[in-house]
Nanobody, 122 residues
Framework: QVQLVESGGGLVQAGGSLRLSCAPSGRTFTNYAMGWFRQAPGKEREFVAHISRSGGSTYYADSVKGRFTISRDNAKNTVYLQMNSLKPEDTAVYYC???????????????WGQGTQVTVSS
């Protein structure tokens, strides 16, 4: 079993930045590709970013491309989401997820965190 704990959320003004962190525990971190998702009030959860086990490959939702950066530090067992130029429409609960399979574009992730709230004021 893998437990994921997100941190770093908060309230920020439009144009500002936040960095989210996610620290999995319970299994070897490098066994998992990692993803970030978000869910805004009244909307379905949506994909934000994905990073491979080594950190060498990443991809993003079009809505955040150029503004958000996913990275990981395998020595610290932590994955990050650096969010710059934040917009009010980025307001959501952000979730970290872990994937143990072999697909480059996972359809399902195996483990999920509890989420951290990000609120962007206009």
């Amino acid at each position: 079993q893998v437990q994921l704990v997100e941190s770093g959320g908060g309230l920020v003004q439009a144009g500002g930045s936040l960095r989210l962190s996610c620290a999995p525990s319970g299994r070897t971190f490098t066994n998992y590709a990692m993803g970030w998702f978000r869910q805004a009030p009244g909307k379905e959860r949506e994909f934000v970013a994905h990073i491979s086990r080594s950190g060498g490959s990443t991809y993003y939702a079009d809505s955040v491309k150029g503004r958000f950066t996913i990275s990981r530090d395998n020595a610290k067992n932590t994955v990050y989401l650096q969010m710059n130029s934040l917009k009010p429409e980025d307001t959501a609960v952000y979730y970290c997820a872990a994937y143990s399979g072999s697909s480059y574009y996972p359809k399902e992730y195996d483990y999920w965190g509890q989420g951290t709230q990000v609120t962007v004021s206009s």
